[in-house]
């Protein structure tokens, strides 16, 4: 059988040999000699040409363009890779389930440092946001860039901010539109001042009155901060659409009779001081959006305009509350006597804890935000998993009343 076998491999091989052009390669078979469509071109075009073609085919895909120098008519676009200057925004996974996000403006030389290690913004720097690096201790971090609400959340700030879900409530409740005039009395870090920003849009105009000058100046430095990073990282402009004026609004009545406000939003100590200043500038139906932090100052308010007859009706007045949930993956133990199902919170639940911020040479630090879902860890498909939803046991500390005032036109007596 042995002598069969080698028999027959001497004279597949003769044979294949023999008939072979090259007289010592086996013969091809047909769709190993199929030609692609690079090379069919190739073979029609001179030697030196075609070495052009393969120069050009070896070479790697070019970076994609800045904003201002793609194409207008460009549809469903890539997102643009990180580029110095702009915000970045890194989010690693920590234990029960939680996130520490570090924000951090890139430079070419710089590192971002946390306690997963370090890592640098070179490597950052032309890679498209989504992606996950590892830093030089092994930690896995998702790199993107920050939302508005996440850069109000981490940029410096002096006074304590309005926070995203009372600005978005205010919002709505002055039904501000692209176009509008909007007063600010209290700038504070600038947080509202970027939500009005956007909200009145390039055509729109937003005052914000700041009687302190620290605030005034962080203020400022917060709303360009944010607008240079936007410009970097997409093709549109933010716009250019805030005047902060370090001024005593209780001192601007001069200022308010010149100007005609679609809305008012009071973020300050004593609101209440400010209406009669600022309600002849607003337009006849307008509304004026007042920040409060307890109820004792909404009664304040309503006491004042009761008293000095002002023309405002108090319209609303509401607490915007959240409540996070937790939905997660059952772990499944089998015991003797029953079956348990609990989640990894149930092992071990730190004490509820407050946002903590630190900042660390031009880069924020949000610890213990709550993070639902594992961004890392591959689920497991072979077998149907059992989830537990329940709320939070971290739930966001913070309060504030929004006042909505509406202005009428008195009758005539």
């Known amino acids: 059988m042995r002598a069969w076998r080698a028999l027959r491999t001497c004279s597949s091989s003769s044979s294949s040999s023999s008939s072979s052009p090259t007289g010592g390669r086996p013969r091809r078979r047909?769709?190993?000699?199929?030609?692609?469509?690079?090379?069919?071109?190739?073979?029609?075009?001179?030697?030196?040409?075609?070495?052009?073609?393969?120069?050009?085919?070896?070479?790697?895909?070019?970076?994609?363009?800045?904003?201002?120098?793609?194409?207008?008519?460009?549809?469903?676009?890539?997102?643009?890779?990180?580029?110095?200057?702009?915000?970045?925004?890194?989010?690693?996974?920590?234990?029960?389930?939680?996130?520490?996000?570090?924000?951090?403006?890139?430079?070419?030389?710089?590192?971002?440092?946390?306690?997963?290690?370090?890592?640098?913004?070179?490597?950052?720097?032309?890679?498209?946001?989504?992606?996950?690096?590892?830093?030089?201790?092994?930690?896995?971090?998702?790199?993107?860039?920050?939302?508005?609400?996440?850069?109000?959340?981490?940029?410096?700030?002096?006074?304590?901010?309005?926070?995203?879900?009372?600005?978005?409530?205010?919002?709505?409740?002055?039904?501000?539109?692209?176009?509008?005039?909007?007063?600010?009395?209290?700038?504070?870090?600038?947080?509202?001042?970027?939500?009005?920003?956007?909200?009145?849009?390039?055509?729109?105009?937003?005052?914000?009155?700041?009687?302190?000058?620290?605030?005034?100046?962080?203020?400022?430095?917060?709303?360009?901060?944010?607008?240079?990073?936007?410009e970097i990282g997409h093709k549109d402009e933010w716009p250019d659409n805030v005047d902060f004026i370090l001024k005593d609004i209780s001192t601007a009545a001069a200022d308010m009779k010149s100007v005609t406000l679609d809305a008012i939003v009071l973020d300050m100590l004593n609101p209440q001081t400010a209406l009669p200043v600022v309600h002849p500038g607003l337009k006849q139906g307008g509304v004026c959006a007042v920040y409060l932090a307890n109820i004792t100052q909404v009664i304040d308010l309503l006491d004042r305009i009761r008293t000095c007859k002002l023309p405002f009706f108090c319209e609303q007045i509401v607490e915007v509350t959240h409540r996070n949930w937790s939905v997660l993956p059952a772990k499944i133990k089998n015991c003797k006597s029953s079956e348990t199902v609990e989640t990894q919170e149930n092992i071990e639940e730190p004490p509820q804890k407050e946002y903590e911020e630190i900042c660390i040479q031009d880069q924020a630090v949000l610890k213990e935000s709550e993070y639902n879902e594992s961004l890392f860890d591959d689920a497991e498909t072979h077998r149907p998993t059992p989830y537990v939803a329940k709320p939070s046991y971290w739930q966001e500390p913070h309060s504030a009343f929004l006042t909505k005032l509406r202005k009428f036109r008195p009758p005539l007596s």
């Open 30 to 230: 047909a769709w190993e000699t199929s030609l692609s469509p690079l090379e069919r071109v190739k073979r029609l075009l001179p030697p030196e040409e075609a070495a052009v073609v393969s120069r050009c085919a070896a070479a790697p895909a070019a970076p994609r363009l800045p904003p201002d120098e793609e194409g207008e008519g460009a549809v469903g676009a890539l997102p643009m890779p990180f580029r110095a200057g702009e915000l970045a925004l890194a989010e690693m996974r920590r234990k029960h389930n939680r996130t520490l996000k570090v924000l951090c403006r890139l430079a070419a030389g710089a590192v971002l440092a946390g306690p997963g290690g370090v890592l640098p913004h070179g490597d950052i720097i032309g890679q498209l946001p989504g992606q996950v690096l590892r830093t030089a201790a092994g930690a896995r971090l998702l790199l993107r860039r920050p939302s508005l609400e996440e850069y109000v959340l981490l940029m410096p700030r002096g006074p304590t901010i309005a926070y995203p879900k009372d600005m978005s409530a205010m919002l709505m409740m002055m039904d501000v539109h692209p176009g509008d005039t909007v007063l600010e009395t209290g700038s504070g870090s600038g947080a509202m001042s970027l939500f009005l920003s956007r909200a009145v849009g390039p055509k729109g105009h937003v005052l914000s009155y700041e009687v302190r000058e620290d605030h005034h100046s962080l203020a400022k430095k917060n709303y360009r901060h944010w607008r240079t990073a936007w």
